[in-house]
T-cell receptor, first 115, second 110 residues
Framework: DAGVIQSPRHEVTEMGQEVTLRCKPI?????LFWYRQTMMRGLELLIY????????DSGMPEDRFSAKMPNASFSTLKIQPSEPRDSAVYFC?????????????FGEGSWLTVV | QKEVEQDPGPLSVPEGAIVSLNCTYS??????FMWYRQYSRKGPELLMY????GNKEDGRFTAQVDKSSKYISLFIRDSQPSDSATYLC??????????FGTGTRLKVLA
């Protein structure tokens, strides 16, 4: 299995620009998560989907952030307009309910720098 | 106050030492407790999982949960340089809304 695939791995953008991060979950997984990791705040859940439907978006910091899951194999996290404080590593993760030990599988992350 | 507190370290130990990593939490509804390991520039991977209180052992790793004190621990015996990573605790009240600690950076010196 290829694991959770994220793109781009690295992005440097200027303040005010739109950023789109992409994720392909593991085939067969019907839960998808977007996390943000910073030194100060650690790993924070932004939003998660079940069967392509957003279940909890209470972690989305503000209206500049939006996430979509148009089908079972693709999701996007968009930031518009981007700000320097959005600089972080964004992780996508996936799972399905009958996995032992509640394991969720993380991608390798998208490293975002907003200058 | 954060729901989950974890000392960021870094923690440096010699090879072969016993390592103790800890987290405290404030939400008494947490029932599922996990430890994730994160190597540099990689995503976290599940290391240990415990439901409710008690101990769980897996090879050189032991996870302990003390719900009365709202305190969880991960012990690593006979630590190896390959154990050098950031260790994150995570907790859940039964949903997929996991709350993570900020992580403790561990370095095992050869």
């Amino acid at each position: 299995d290829a694991g959770v695939i994220q793109s781009p791995r690295h992005e440097v953008t200027e303040m005010g620009q739109e950023v789109t991060l992409r994720c392909k979950p593991i085939s067969g997984h019907d839960y998808l998560f977007w996390y943000r990791q910073t030194m100060m705040r650690g790993l924070e859940l932004l939003i998660y989907f079940n069967n392509n439907v957003p279940i909890d978006d209470s972690g989305m910091p503000e209206d500049r952030f939006s996430a979509k899951m148009p089908n079972a194999s693709f999701s996007t996290l968009k930031i518009q307009p981007s700000e320097p404080r959005d600089s972080a590593v964004y992780f996508c993760a996936s799972t399905y309910p009958w996995l032992l030990r509640n394991t969720i599988y993380f991608g390798e992350g998208s490293w975002l720098t907003v200058v | 106050q954060k729901e989950v507190e974890q000392d960021p370290g870094p923690l440096s130990v010699p090879e072969g030492a016993i390592v103790s990593l800890n987290c405290t939490y404030s939400n008494s509804a947490f029932q599922y407790f996990m430890w994730y390991r994160q190597y540099s520039r990689k995503g976290p991977e599940l290391l240990m999982y415990t439901y409710s209180s008690g101990n769980k052992e897996d090879g050189r790793f032991t996870a302990q949960v003390d719900k009365s004190s709202k305190y969880i621990s991960l012990f690593i015996r006979d630590s190896q340089p390959s154990d050098s990573a950031t260790y994150l605790c995570a907790m859940s009240a039964g949903t997929y809304k996991y709350i993570f600690g900020t992580g403790t950076r561990l370095k095992v010196l050869a």
